[in-house]
């Protein structure tokens, strides 16, 4: 079965809920496999941390819905527990819809959902707001119970219990106020996972105070994993990235079982949101993922024959960054012998000529691009693309969904070197609600940068091409190269709340 943690709006305790539990399950001896809803990297991040397990992204409009059962399926079946932790509100979507929203990937999926209400200053009314989550639609619903934060005192639980028992919606427990539960963020989401120093010491006290304050002889059976929903069996019995491909032009023929073409993935502080399906999809068609870190100031693993740049906080790192004279040289030069490089949010700041950091000092970037970059407004939100032209990875006419979220803004400037490349704006033509329609991204025959996020599993062509590219590439050999073997464990964690 399973359970979709939901809540009335973002920061309400849907993280800290799933916390709990995971961490209660991985001191109880039991694998539990987490899901986040939506196009988010941080919360994940933290989950698969704390499952041992990546954490896997269900987005309808990102992925599609076939992928999102079959992701679903295969992933919960592989573990002895599984939970979905949502996205904002319940019904919050694109826009003013519900489109891929929680409750859209609840209902697809028929998980029960767990709402958590964040009940200061609350009463009575706590059932006026929880009959009406329960009862809106489309789509409906089938909610378990509530779990209650920020509850003041045991007169206060008292009152609220008895609102909720008014319409017959069982209380599953409470969050405590207690200090280790309170995260750290920053402008786009949480800190990652990685930099919580002290998150061994917090996984013991997370499962205390969920063996203390949950009705978890309720909450526990939530977890279960199961095959009752008709299409779960069949989509358990193939994994994902192997039917994906299947339906998206096949496997590789014959199968690649030694992966022969390196793709550097920048993999470090600055650069960490990548889902895995990256890695998987790269190894599954023939490519061999190495982990590069240009805030280490490395060069290009030998032999690289693509680049992938995923976001992450470079802005927060800028100076690091600008130091790194042996990555960004190797990086310079790839791109001057023809080596495709995928560049998406954070990694897209990288190829400017200059990066602003939080403190709003200018840095030195690679200098491929015609761009300065510094703080501004935040763009946040599902995007449709149409590619006008064909490009590295995208092909005349083609529409795909994306996702934007960042707050720093380029400006345009004039580049200090020469061109390594003719790169030209307007990768593609953006549209979504609330945005107007605008020209975005850069585009050369080696080059595909973009603020866009995409998963892989909704346009299978990408890494299909990015392969493809990367077995014509030439073979620079960057002074001082050292040749990693293929390790998509050590690849960016999955998934963070946000992109830079």
Same mark, same amino acid.
């Given at each position: 079965?399973?359970?979709?943690?939901?809540?009335?709006?973002?920061?309400?305790?849907?993280?800290?809920?799933?916390?709990? $539990?995971?961490?209660?399950?991985?001191?109880?001896?039991?694998?539990?496999?987490?899901?986040?809803?939506?196009?988010?990297?941080?919360?994940?991040?933290?989950?698969?941390?704390?499952?041992?397990?990546?954490?896997?992204?269900?987005?309808?409009?990102?992925?599609?819905?076939?992928?999102?059962?079959?992701?679903?399926?295969?992933?919960?079946?592989?573990?002895?527990?599984?939970?979905?932790?949502?996205?904002?509100? *319940?019904?919050?979507? /694109?826009?003013?819809?519900?489109?891929?929203?929680?409750?859209?990937?609840?209902?697809?999926?028929?998980?029960?959902?767990?709402?958590?209400?964040?009940?200061?200053?609350?009463?009575?009314?706590?059932?006026?707001?929880?009959?009406?989550?329960?009862? %809106?639609?489309?789509?409906?619903?089938?909610?378990?119970?509530?779990?209650?934060?920020?509850?003041?005192?045991?007169?206060?639980?008292?009152? #609220?219990?008895?609102? $909720?028992?008014?319409?017959?919606?069982?209380?599953?427990?409470? #969050?405590?106020?207690?200090?280790?539960?309170?995260?750290?963020?920053?402008?786009?989401?949480?800190?990652?996972?990685?930099?919580?120093?002290?998150?061994?010491?917090?996984?013991?006290?997370?499962?205390?105070?969920?063996?203390?304050?949950?009705?978890?002889?309720?909450?526990?059976?939530? $977890?279960?994993?199961?095959?009752?929903?008709?299409?779960?069996?069949?989509?358990?019995?193939?994994?994902?990235?192997?039917?994906?491909?299947?339906?998206?032009?096949?496997?590789?023929?014959?199968?690649?079982?030694?992966?022969?073409?390196?793709?550097?993935?920048?993999?470090?502080?600055?650069?960490?949101?990548?889902?895995?399906?990256?890695?998987?999809?790269?190894?599954?068609?023939?490519?061999?993922? /190495?982990?590069?870190?240009?805030?280490?100031?490395?060069?290009?693993?030998?032999?690289?024959?693509?680049?992938?740049?995923?976001?992450?906080?470079?802005?927060?790192?800028?100076?690091?960054?600008?130091?790194?004279?042996?990555?960004?040289?190797?990086?310079?030069?790839?791109?001057?012998?023809?080596?495709?490089?995928?560049?998406?949010?954070?990694?897209?700041? $990288?190829?400017?000529?200059?990066?602003?950091?939080?403190?709003? /000092?200018? %840095?030195?970037?690679?200098?491929?691009?015609?761009?300065?970059?510094?703080?501004?407004?935040?763009?946040?939100?599902?995007?449709?693309?149409?590619?006008?032209?064909?490009? *590295?990875?995208?092909?005349?006419?083609?529409?795909?969904?994306?996702?934007?979220?960042?707050?720093?803004?380029?400006?345009?400037?004039?580049?200090?070197?020469?061109?390594?490349?003719?790169?030209?704006?307007?990768?593609?033509?953006? &549209?979504?609600?609330?945005?107007?329609?605008?020209?975005?991204?850069?585009?050369?025959?080696?080059?595909?940068?973009?603020?866009? %996020?995409?998963?892989?599993?909704?346009?299978? &062509?990408?890494?299909?091409?990015?392969?493809?590219?990367?077995?014509?590439?030439?073979?620079?050999?960057?002074?001082?190269?050292?040749?990693?073997?293929?390790?998509?464990?050590?690849?960016?964690?999955?998934?963070?709340?946000?992109?830079?």
């Amino acid at each position: 079965m399973a359970c979709l943690i939901a809540a009335p709006s973002s920061g309400s305790g849907k993280t800290l809920l799933s916390l709990m $539990l995971t961490a209660l399950a991985r001191q109880r001896g039991q694998s539990l496999q987490p899901f986040k809803v939506g196009p988010d990297y941080l919360d994940p991040q933290l989950l698969g941390r704390v499952a041992g397990r990546p954490c896997r992204n269900l987005d309808t409009l990102l992925c599609g819905p076939d992928w999102v059962r079959r992701s679903f399926a295969w992933h919960a079946g592989c573990a002895d527990l599984a939970l979905v932790e949502g996205v904002m509100g *319940l019904f919050d979507g /694109r826009g003013a819809s519900a489109e891929g929203s929680s409750a859209e990937v609840a209902a697809l999926l028929d998980l029960p959902v767990v709402l958590v209400v964040e009940a200061s200053r609350q009463a009575g009314s706590l059932a006026a707001l929880v009959r009406g989550f329960r009862d %809106h639609g489309p789509p409906r619903v089938r909610l378990a119970g509530v779990v209650l934060n920020k509850v003041g005192s045991a007169r206060h639980r008292a009152l #609220l219990a008895e609102a $909720l028992a008014a319409i017959e919606v069982p209380l599953l427990g409470l #969050l405590p106020p207690a200090e280790v539960l309170d995260l750290p963020s920053r402008h786009l989401g949480l800190l990652s996972a990685a930099e919580l120093d002290d998150l061994p010491q917090r996984l013991p006290q997370w499962a205390a105070l969920a063996e203390a304050h949950l009705d978890l002889e309720r909450l526990w059976p939530l $977890l279960a994993p199961s095959d009752c929903v008709p299409w779960a069996s069949a989509a358990a019995a193939v994994d994902p990235v192997q039917w994906l491909l299947q339906q998206s032009g096949g496997l590789p023929s014959p199968a690649p079982s030694t992966p022969s073409l390196p793709v550097a993935i920048a993999s470090d502080r600055a650069f960490q949101f990548c889902y895995p399906e990256v890695g998987e999809l790269l190894l599954a068609l023939g490519a061999a993922p /190495r982990p590069w870190s240009p805030l280490a100031d490395q060069p290009l693993p030998a032999g690289t024959r693509a680049v992938l740049l995923p976001g992450g906080y470079p802005e927060l790192a800028a100076a690091e960054l600008a130091a790194a004279s042996r990555a960004l040289g190797s990086l310079r030069q790839a791109v001057a012998q023809g080596v495709p490089l995928l560049a998406e949010c954070g990694g897209l700041l $990288l190829l400017g000529q200059s990066l602003a950091d939080a403190d709003g /000092r200018w %840095h030195p970037m690679a200098g491929l691009l015609p761009f300065r970059a510094s703080r501004g407004s935040l763009s946040l939100g599902y995007r449709q693309t149409l590619s006008p032209m064909d490009g *590295l990875l995208t092909r005349a006419g083609e529409r795909r969904w994306g996702h934007e979220f960042h707050r720093w803004q380029l400006e345009p400037c004039a580049p200090q070197i020469p061109p390594l490349v003719a790169i030209s704006p307007g990768l593609w033509q953006l &549209e979504g609600w609330g945005c107007s329609p605008r020209e975005e991204g850069w585009t050369a025959p080696n080059v595909h940068a973009s603020w866009l %996020h995409l998963h892989w599993a909704g346009c299978p &062509e990408i890494p299909r091409r990015l392969v493809a590219a990367a077995a014509t590439a030439g073979l620079p050999q960057p002074a001082g190269a050292s040749c990693n073997p293929p390790n998509p464990a050590s690849l960016p964690s999955a998934n963070a709340g946000a992109c830079a």
